[in-house]
């Protein structure tokens, strides 16, 4: 059985776990987002950027899912990191989507060498006060980029979806995120290649418990309060990584999981200029 959704800061209900749609595009997205739907997802992360708004929103209207009932993100790129410019990417996505409203808009990127990311989170503001979209948030944000928007507008962002795995644990910004109310997105939630998802002490555990190792690693984020996004274009694995409520992992074994972090240093750097768009 689901457990209830996590209530986001200004009142809204989040999944626990999403589906991730990069990098599918156009009628295979369409079906990867239909099939899932069908499995039971109810949030689906989309993204300007990813180029199959328009596929995720065919996707949608196909399954009958009456919308109230699903939950939808996409996020928007620098060329909008403006007030006006984020109405406009907002009002775009919706043409793209063909929906009337997003469940939740973020900044993809902070892009900070741009300086623009504090005018962005302004028109995001602007988008929640007027009742446009129900949740607002930010990605790939650090704490020090937080602290500033938050300053700035004294609005504290929903979410922050992030690079996150079991061994990118992203302690110091998870910490940050939990003192503020910020609910965690976990972007790559099974690792970028196979390599943990062949790791021993994943497999080991994942064998003791006749599951696979994919479950447990995201069974660590349902455990942890952290939302993962995986992706799948296989019909079998999307409903393995839905599959995550029926077992529970030990202390010992989220204390085994946890030595696998490779610290902050792993993930991809956000004030790297080489990195965002
Ligand atoms: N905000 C950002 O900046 C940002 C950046 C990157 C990604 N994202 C979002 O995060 C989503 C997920 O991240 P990601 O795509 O990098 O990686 P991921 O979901 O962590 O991993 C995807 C890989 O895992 C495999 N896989 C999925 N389920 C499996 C299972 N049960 N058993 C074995 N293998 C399995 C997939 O292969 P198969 O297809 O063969 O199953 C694919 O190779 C993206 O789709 C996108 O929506 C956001």
């Known amino acids: 059985m689901t457990p209830p959704p996590i209530t986001l800061l200004h009142g809204v209900d989040i999944p626990r776990i999403g589906l991730g749609t990069w990098p599918f595009v156009g009628e295979e997205c369409q079906q990867i987002v239909r099939t899932a739907l069908d499995l039971g997802y109810r949030l689906i992360d989309t993204s300007h950027k990813y180029d199959n708004e328009d596929a995720v929103g065919e996707a949608i209207r196909r399954s009958g899912i009456p919308r109230d009932e699903l939950f939808v993100t996409s996020k928007f790129n620098k060329e909008n990191h403006s007030v006006d410019g984020v109405r406009t ?20 990127w902070p892009v900070p060498a741009l300086n623009r990311y504090v005018d962005a989170w302004e028109g995001l503001v602007a988008l929640l006060e007027a009742g446009s979209v129900r949740a607002i948030g930010v990605s790939n944000f650090k704490p ?134």
Do not use: K
């Open 144 to 277: 020090a980029h937080l602290d500033r928007i938050i300053a700035a507008t004294g609005y504290v962002p929903d979410v922050n979806q992030i690079q996150l795995s079991i061994d990118i644990a992203r302690t110091l910004p998870r910490t940050a995120h939990d003192n503020l109310g910020i609910t965690t997105e976990a972007w790559s939630p099974l690792g970028r290649g196979a390599t943990l998802r062949d790791n021993e002490q994943v497999t080991a555990i994942a064998h003791h418990l006749g599951r696979s190792p994919a479950q447990v690693l995201l069974r660590w984020h349902v455990q942890m309060g952290i939302v993962p996004i995986p992706r799948s274009s296989n019909s079998q694995q999307l409903a393995q990584n839905l599959d995550l409520f029926d077992f529970e992992l030990s202390p010992a074994q989220m204390s085994v999981l946890d030595t696998l972090d490779r610290g902050e240093d792993a993930a991809r750097d956000s004030d790297d200029p080489s990195n965002g768009h």
């Open 89 to 108: 990417a907002y009002e775009e996505s919706l043409r793209r989507t063909g929906l009337d409203y997003l469940d939740l808009f973020l900044i993809h």
